[in-house]
């Protein structure tokens, strides 16, 4: 089995540790790899602590880590230019005839060809390594096995910290073809260790092999295969099955007192509350950026979240408005900061974190840097780059839900979210009128553009489910595959109740409610599950009643008075604005452009729409919450 192997540079036991796996499809895969990428050496990984160790001394060693003064603290910078996820350069490979609009595809044997004339070569002098991870925890239905092959020794440190380990699982693989593969090559790197090729970057999914590959790119979000290149190939394998692969964290909730927990699952743009929600104090984190979702023998919703670490945003991480994030960063454990600066005494800083001694110079994103200074195009250097990211565990936080973070059978998910970046329109917090309705709330989120992609100009764009940055199955597939799944829950009788919330609504001053308040959005709609609560039906969505928010708002925040005037503001029924979202959802969804949207969101925007221009005649624009 190994023979194709035995006359590689595979160093020191790599090839036991590849008879242990016993894979055809895996020596094809590496036999391929190194022919094509040409590297000095194959360094196979597994999961003792051994190679975990040897990973993190490496990471140092090839520079692309550098030790800051708390003991496991690491911070790793990217190119200037490779800071955030490259939507423009992502593409699918596509045999033509499934080409599809709103997808970035490209022409399956064009975009090979092109990525493989990038990729040839590309490890010259380096090592390539080797290591196996298992998205999902092991023994269970959820789990995806997936071969990680890259040269950096940063990437390979992140997956080991943000993915379970899957050397054993790969030792017992069901179907011995069933993995996800990537392939990820920094390309060539400058003295400080960053990727130089930008305009080689290429990111291209296969998903008839199930493989993706990455080049001349750092920034995880474009080199972590296992990240949000792996999303995709689950997206288009749920979609073509009978489960959900959502950009959704998973969090349990627990009333102020109360000592049941209930599970929700929540989508959210990238940069918009999603880790926020899922870490709000008191909650029971299982994952805050992806999930499966299946529905288990009993009937009920299932979710697990496939990573074991957080990637998070942490410009605005401060002890006031994400404590529990924030003593996790600052005390001692292994972590890896991105793209934020340091000081001489190899502090780290960041946008907004609360210290009191902030340098005025120091090495940043951008390289040595001092407050004031701009770049090469006249834009201010900021202390850290506004996509400036922590690497760290879940098992490290103190609200990890630990008994259930490894779960194989996940959790019962009671409530989803789905939430943007609005700045004008929609409630705080809404809850669907059915599971159809719910639906359409996620299909159309829409959200101002934040930093975690390359994009320059703010503006507001749809994000359906909040996924759309990583669909590759057509928008109608996938909206169909949602209402299927919610028929299988409704016959079963446990249809998990969906909410909209909406952290960023705005006044001529500001935002309307500060960063803490959707704990009470969140309890709200934790009550709900259990019957708490009355709402108030509105055609867009049920909405609290102010008493029990005056009520939540008390219990929260140690008596805080939540008055009828904030309530007023926040829950109007913005009549005219939703009036235009639904013109604009109207044009995106035109059935002459995208074909197979299910009837029942259609039916749901007239519904909507005629109730709204009912009530308009009679109350106008813009309709207080007390007039509902
Ligand atoms: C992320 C993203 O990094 O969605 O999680 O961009
Ligand atoms: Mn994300």
Not at 74 to 100: C, F, I, P, W
Request: positive net charge; charged residues 30%.
């Amino acid at each position: 089995m190994l023979k194709a192997l035995q006359n590689l540079p595979i160093l020191g036991n790599g090839l036991d540790k590849l008879a242990k796996i016993n894979n055809k499809r895996v020596v094809n895969i590496l036999y391929d790899a190194f022919k094509h990428m040409n590297p000095r050496d194959i360094l196979i990984l597994d999961d003792s602590p051994k190679d975990l160790e040897y990973v993190r001394q490496m990471a140092l060693r090839a520079g692309e880590e550098t030790k800051l003064s708390k003991n496991g603290h690491t911070v790793h910078y990217d190119s200037y230019g490779d800071q955030a996820r490259d939507k423009k350069n992502t593409k699918v490979l596509m045999k033509y005839q499934e080409k599809t609009n709103g997808i970035n595809s490209i022409d399956y044997y064009k975009g090979l060809h092109e990525m493989m004339d990038i990729m040839n070569g590309i490890m010259k002098d380096k090592t390539m390594i080797v290591s196996f991870y298992s998205l999902g925890p092991e023994n269970s239905i959820f789990t995806r096995p997936a071969l990680q092959i890259t040269d950096s020794y940063y990437v390979t440190h992140s997956e080991q910290m943000l993915y379970r380990q899957g050397f054993k699982e790969f030792q017992k693989l069901k179907d011995p073809n069933e993995f996800y593969y990537f392939w990820h090559s920094q390309g060539y790197v400058d003295d400080k260790k960053v990727s130089v090729n930008l305009d080689k970057r290429r990111i291209y999914i296969d998903p008839y092999e199930n493989r993706v590959f990455s080049a001349n790119n750092q920034y995880a979000g474009n080199s972590l295969a296992c990240k949000k290149l792996a999303l995709r190939l689950a997206i288009n394998e749920a979609n073509n099955s009978d489960w959900l692969t959502e950009h959704m964290f998973i969090a349990g909730y627990s009333p102020v007192n109360g000592k049941r927990t209930t599970y929700f699952a929540g989508a959210y743009p990238s940069a918009c509350g999603k880790t926020s929600t899922a870490m709000i104090p008191g909650s029971k984190i299982v994952g805050d950026d992806i999930a499966y979702l299946r529905i288990n023998e009993a009937g009920k919703m299932v979710g697990c979240n496939i990573e074991q670490g957080v990637f998070g945003i942490i410009g605005g991480v401060n002890p006031e408005d994400d404590p529990e994030i924030f003593s996790a960063i600052e005390s001692e454990r292994e972590l890896i900061f991105s793209n934020i600066c340091y000081d001489e005494k190899k502090e780290a800083f960041w946008k907004d974190c609360g210290k009191e001694n902030m340098p005025k110079e120091g090495i940043n994103h951008y390289g040595q840097w001092k407050e004031g200074m701009t770049d090469g195009e006249n834009n201010k250097v900021p202390i850290s780059h506004k996509n400036s990211r922590f690497t760290l565990r879940i098992s490290d936080l103190k609200n990890a839900d630990k008994e259930n973070l490894h779960n194989p059978d996940g959790v019962v998910i009671s409530g989803i979210f789905y939430g943007g970046r609005d700045p004008d329109t929609n409630y705080p917090v809404s809850e669907s009128l059915s599971w159809e309705h719910g639906v359409l709330m996620g299909a159309i989120i829409e959200s101002e553009t934040t930093f975690a992609t390359l994009e320059k100009k703010v503006s507001i764009k749809p994000s359906i489910m909040a996924i759309g940055d990583f669909l590759i199955v057509p928008k109608g597939k996938y909206l169909q595959n949602h209402l299927k799944f919610g028929k299988r829950l409704k016959k079963a009788g446990n249809c998990p109740k969906i909410f909209s919330t909406n952290y960023f609504l705005k006044n001529e001053k500001g935002y309307l409610n500060t960063k803490l308040d959707k704990k009470v959005w969140v309890l709200w709609a934790e009550g709900r599950v259990h019957g708490d609560y009355e709402a108030i039906a509105t055609p867009t969505g049920s909405i609290p009643k102010y008493e029990d928010l005056k009520t939540l708002f008390a219990q929260v925040f140690d008596g805080r008075v939540y008055t009828r005037k904030e309530y007023e503001e926040q829950f109007s029924l913005r009549v005219k604005k939703y009036l235009n979202k639904i013109k604009r959802m109207r044009k995106l969804y035109d059935p002459k452009i995208e074909k197979d949207i299910p009837i029942e969101l259609y039916h749901e925007l007239d519904r909507i729409e005629i109730q709204l221009k009912k009530l308009q005649k009679t109350k106008g624009d813009n309709i207080s919450p007390f007039d509902l």
